[in-house]
Nanobody, 120 residues
Framework: QVQLVESGGGLVQAGGSLRLSCAAS????????MGWYRQAPGKQRELVAV???????NYADSVKGRFTISRDNAKNTVYLQMNSLKSEDTGVYYC??????????????WGQGTLVTVSS
């Protein structure tokens, strides 16, 4: 079974840092796009950052300059380094990945979510 497992959430004071990790496991041939989304209380899920297979990245305007997404293809893992955290960064962070499981079949996977709470 192919799945994504996240780690690294927690409680941090405003201005602090956290690093999220998301590892894909199972029978995987390759992983294309990987990304992080978040959902704040009472709000819709939104894209935070995405990294493509060629390592190009895109960020939400609200996190540019503060967050960095990276990936380790050998470990099938994506990271999100979050610096200068603000209270508005609070939410459940979800990992997302487009996983190639055979030469002609891919799956879009979601992690279980990890809670990030930033206290002001």
């Amino acid at each position: 079974q192919v799945q994504l497992v996240e780690s690294g959430g927690g409680l941090v004071q405003a201005g602090g840092s956290l690093r999220l990790s998301c590892a894909a496991s199972g029978s995987i041939r390759a992983i294309n796009t990987m990304g992080w989304y978040r959902q704040a209380p009472g709000k819709q899920r939104e894209l935070v950052a995405v990294i493509f297979i060629g390592a190009n990245t895109n960020y939400a305007d609200s996190v540019k300059g503060r967050f960095t997404i990276s990936r380790d293809n050998a470990k099938n893992t994506v990271y999100l380094q979050m610096n200068s955290l603000k209270s508005e960064d609070t939410g459940v962070y979800y990992c997302n990945a487009d996983v190639l499981i055979t030469s002609y079949r891919s799956l879009t996977l979601w992690g279980q979510g990890t809670l990030v709470t930033v206290s002001s």
